[in-house]
């Protein structure tokens, strides 16, 4: 069975620019979060989301928004990007949006300059 | 305010050398806690999930234990493919389905 699968891989863009992160969860998964992981600290939250609609909010500003489309597939988009953007971006899918441990892709690594 | 504290932050041991992670939390309504390892440029690995005091699982050299305030990883007779970031993250009650990871603890098993 696939895993989860998340899109671009790595990502470079520029201060300002506007960008697009994908994840498809595994298969029957209906819950999908997205956290934002520094390097030497552990992933921070961003979103959650649960039959499409936004079930848990981070504290992270509004440039920050997401969503997950019937297939369960998510999106993550940050807008006016900034250097302290950088880091590895990690979505993690559940069968639903019970207290489940998290099956997480391999993550997106952005870097901003 | 919900917080996830791991330590120590570095753990280096011998081969065959037990020890213990400790993790520390202070949440409003623990849903559950759970414990991850990480490999360099990779995703958390799922290992446990711990939902109530007194609690305990196992797993090949690894078990996990959970009290009021606190969660215990231990690691019997570690061998050096255990070497990797071990996390640890709660799943609170309000605010939300929220999940907050610690920090982390990076173990080095030499062989």
């Known amino acids: 069975d696939a895993g989860v699968t998340q899109s671009p891989t790595h990502l470079i863009k520029t201060r300002g620019q506007q960008v697009t992160l994908r994840c498809s969860p595994i298969?029957?998964?209906?819950?999908v979060s997205w956290y934002q992981q520094v390097l030497g600290q552990g992933p921070q939250f961003i979103f959650q989301y649960y039959e499409k609609e936004e079930r848990g909010r981070g504290n992270f500003p509004d440039r920050f928004s997401a969503r997950q489309f019937p297939n369960y597939s998510s999106e993550l988009n940050v807008n006016a990007l900034l250097l302290g953007d950088s880091a590895l971006y990690l979505c993690a899918s559940s069968p639903s949006q019970g207290a489940y441990g998290y099956t997480f892709g391999s993550g997106t690594r952005l870097t901003v300059v | 305010e919900d917080q996830v504290t791991q330590s120590p932050e570095a753990l280096r041991l011998q081969e065959g050398e037990s020890s213990s992670l400790n993790c520390s939390y202070t949440v409003s309504g623990l849903r559950g806690l759970f414990w991850y390892r990480q490999d360099p440029g990779k995703g958390p690995e799922f290992l446990f999930t711990l939902y109530s005091a007194g609690e305990e699982k196992e797993k090949e050299r690894l078990k996990a234990t959970l009290t009021k305030k606190e969660s215990f990883l231990h690691i019997t007779a570690p061998k050096p493919e255990d070497s990797a970031t071990y996390l640890c993250?709660?799943?609170?009650?309000?605010?939300?389905?929220?999940?907050?990871f610690g920090a982390g603890t990076r173990l080095f098993v030499k062989a």
């Open positions: 993250a709660v799943q609170a009650g309000t605010g939300g389905f929220k999940t907050i």
């Open positions: 298969s029957g998964h209906k819950s």
